[in-house]
Nanobody, 127 residues
Framework: AQSLAESGGGSVQAGGSLRLSCAAS????????IGWFRQTPGKEREGVAVIDSGDGGTYYAGSAKGRFTISQDNAKNAVYLEMNNLKPEDTAMYYC????????????????????WGQGTQVTVSS
């Protein structure tokens, strides 16, 4: 099992940047697919970006490409999401999520695949 803890959310103006961090503990040796989802009230969780801990492969939602970068530090068991040029529509609760297997390139954004979830960190972007 894994425990995930997010940090780094906050409030910024449009065009600003934030860096989210996800610290993993527990089963840290298995290959895993880990990354970020977000959710706003009344909507389903949306995959933002994930990374494969084994080969470093990354997958992004179209809304994140070119603005967000996901990275990992295996020595620290951490995953990061660098978010630049933030827009008001990026406002959401951001969750770190993972499962103990390689990422599925065709289904990575399916939230039901992810067994482990953090508590979430709020990101608010004002215009």
């Amino acid at each position: 099992a894994q425990s995930l803890a997010e940090s780094g959310g906050g409030s910024v103006q449009a065009g600003g940047s934030l860096r989210l961090s996800c610290a993993a503990s527990g089963d840290i040796f298995s290959r895993r697919c880990i990354g970020w989802f977000r959710q706003t009230p009344g909507k389903e969780r949306e995959g933002v970006a994930v990374i494969d801990s084994g080969d470093g492969g990354t997958y992004y939602a179209g809304s994140a490409k070119g603005r967000f970068t996901i990275s990992q530090d295996n020595a620290k068991n951490a995953v990061y999401l660098e978010m630049n040029n933030l827009k008001p529509e990026d406002t959401a609760m951001y969750y770190c999520a993972g499962y103990l297997s390689r990422c599925d390139g065709g289904a990575w954004s399916r939230s039901s695949l992810y067994r482990f979830w953090g508590q979430g960190t709020q990101v608010t972007v004002s215009s």
